[in-house]
């Protein structure tokens, strides 16, 4: 097994120069903006400091080491700028992955600057988890379609400038007759409106009424969609993994300083055994979530076999991680942590969305019983494990 275990001097020297960005660049304009609406002044200044060319290199090849130490560098300082990187990143990877030329050349440049807004459009009111059984419709009509249903829960929408559209093109079920579409916002018959979630980024739904789009918007192949979709989440779990691990430094270093200030039972928290038993649980579990991370990451990049299971280890735990880590964050903060505007508050807020969002928890579980099983037929090693050797 080839992935490392441990972060070189150069990705930590980019991470703490990331967390000095945020802190000082990104968190005053995330601060300005309005809860549950897309903040066009973040994502431009994320553009400004190349961080989704970063992102998006110009050779074309998205690195999941850099996608995860972006995210957790930016979520330990402000989760909204996070959540803007990773929105576009997410809404924009399936043009990268299999767009034409000419889709491209149209969007990335746009996207890359943060001049336009991108969004990833597979969810239905229908279908969740369960991807495969989408409903919105695409009828042929000659050489093009009319797209008519609704989508649920969409980050970016209904601010969104451009999005990555999975749509049902043939009577085929499940996985199979699923295409996906890059549908700007200005197409005549799309419609939408915001959500008022409990996380505060923005999210939506979005409305098809007989929307027009040709074989120029098609992404990848007719009926090719739902690997589109699949390849997309793949690079992006992950990541998600990170944003957790983002949030749980976050919440671990909060708890360090307020233990060691807060008065108690005639010292500080942090003599009571109770405490720093807990601060010590919550720092072993972030560290592992974080070393499952960047070691799935890291055989994303090398295309080692297994990357899936990998993956949804990653996001199972480090996301189960840091519900559980903000959670005893709240607790050893006590009510002050949950007034309205504490960082606790908000990130208790945050915290909860990760577990469900590109696949549940309970689906990552379903992906790495499939690889175990999938393995033990094969004779081999679980997707995690060194490869044993020849003998």
Known sequence: MSTPFALDQRQRDWCAELRALAAGRLRPLADKGEPGRVNRPLVAALGELGLLARLFPA?????????????????????????????QGLGTYPVVDAGTPAQRARWLPEVVAGRAVAAFALSEPGAGSDAAALELRAEREGPTWRLTGEKCWISNAPEADLYTVFARTGPAPGARGVTAFLVPADRPGLGGRPLAMVSPHPIGTLTFDAVPVGPDDVIGEVGG?????????????????????????????????????RRAFGGTLKDLQA?????????????????????????????????????????????????????????????????????????????????????????????????????????????????????
């Open 59 to 87: 050779d074309g090849s998205v690195r999941a080491m850099d996608l995860c130490l972006l995210r957790e560098s930016l979520a330990l300082e402000s989760t909204e700028a996070e959540t803007a990187l990773a929105l």
């Open 225 to 261: 969609g739902f690997r589109v979709a699949m390849r997309t989440l793949d690079l992006f779990r992950p990541s998600v993994g990170a944003f957790a691990v983002g949030m749980a430094r976050s919440a671990l270093r909060a708890s360090l300083a307020h233990a060691a200030e």
């Open 275 to 391: 405490v720093s038993h807990q601060l010590a649980e919550m720092a072993t579990r972030t560290e592992a979530a974080a070393l499952l991370v960047h070691a799935a990451a890291a055989a994303y990049d090398a295309g080692e076999p297994g990357t899936a299971g990998r993956s949804a280890m990653a996001k199972l735990f480090a996301t189960e991680t840091a519900q559980y880590v903000v959670d005893a964050a709240v607790q050893i903060h006590g009510a002050r942590a949950l007034e309205r505007g504490h960082l606790l508050e908000h990130l208790y807020r945050e915290v909860r969305a990760p577990r469900i969002y590109e696949g549940a928890t309970e689906v990552q579980r379903t992906i790495i019983a499939k690889e175990l099983y999938r393995a033990a037929a094969e004779g081999t090693t679980a997707p995690t494990s060194p490869e044993e050797p020849s003998r």
